[in-house]
C-alpha cells in the first residue's frame, strides 16, 4: 500500500515537473513569435513611411511652389483626418503629409515564403515646434506617427509598434 502511494506520489511530481516545463517552453516560443512579428510590424511601419513621406510636406507644397515658402502660416491650420488613402487602398489620392491624419485605417501584408500576415496601420501627424514639442498651429515641422498592430482575433502584440519620423519643410 505505502509503496502504490509513493509510486503514485512520484508520477505526480514528475507529470508536474514535466507541465512546468512545457509551459516554459511555450513562453520561451511565444517570445520568439512576439519578437518576429515585431520585426515584421517595424518593416511595415518603415514602407508606412516611405509612401508617407513621398508626398508634399503640405497641400499648399502639392506640385512644387514657385516660390519657396517662409511663412509657415501659409500651410493648412489642421488636418482634416478621415481620409481613405488610395496609397493603401482606398479612394482618395492623399497627395500631403497631413492628409494621412486620423486616415482610414489600412490592413497591410507582410509577405513571407511560407505564409502572409496583415497588419494593421494608423497615422498621426502633428506640428512641432522648434523644440519638438507639438503644437496646434503650423510650423515647419510634422511629426508623423505610423500605430501598426497585427491584425487577427488574438494578436501576438500586446500593443502596437509606434514609428515616428519628424518631417521638415526646409
Known amino acids: ?17 514535466n507541465f512546468n516545463q512545457m509551459k516554459t517552453e511555450l513562453q520561451k516560443q511565444r ?23 513621398a508626398r508634399a ?35 482618395q489620392p492623399c497627395d500631403s ?7 482610414v485605417p489600412s490592413t497591410e501584408t507582410f509577405e513571407t515564403p511560407e505564409f502572409d500576415m496583415g497588419f494593421t496601420v ?4 502633428r506640428y512641432l515646434d522648434a523644440s519638438m514639442q507639438e503644437v496646434p498651429g503650423p510650423t515647419f515641422r510634422k511629426e508623423v506617427v505610423v500605430y501598426v498592430q497585427d491584425a487577427g482575433d488574438d494578436p501576438f502584440l500586446t500593443e502596437p509598434i509606434r514609428f515616428s519620423e519628424v518631417l521638415s519643410y526646409y
Not at 506640385?63 to 500651410?75: D, L, M, Q, V, W
Not at 503629409?97 to 486616415?103: A, L, P, Q, S, T
Open 97 to 103: 503629409v497631413g492628409d494621412f491624419h486620423e486616415m
Open 122 to 125: 494608423e497615422v498621426e501627424v
Open 31 to 53: 517570445q520568439v513569435i512576439r519578437s518576429e512579428m515585431e520585426q515584421m510590424a517595424l518593416g511595415v511601419g518603415m514602407q508606412t513611411m516611405e509612401v508617407i513621406r
Open 57 to 91: 510636406f503640405d497641400e499648399a507644397t502639392v506640385g512644387g511652389t514657385k516660390n519657396r515658402i517662409t511663412n509657415p502660416a501659409k500651410f493648412r491650420s489642421s488636418f482634416g483626418g478621415g481620409m481613405d488613402c488610395q496609397a493603401f487602398g482606398g479612394d
Open 1 to 17: 500500500m505505502q509503496q502504490t502511494l509513493l509510486a503514485l506520489l512520484a508520477l505526480m511530481m514528475a507529470t508536474f515537473f
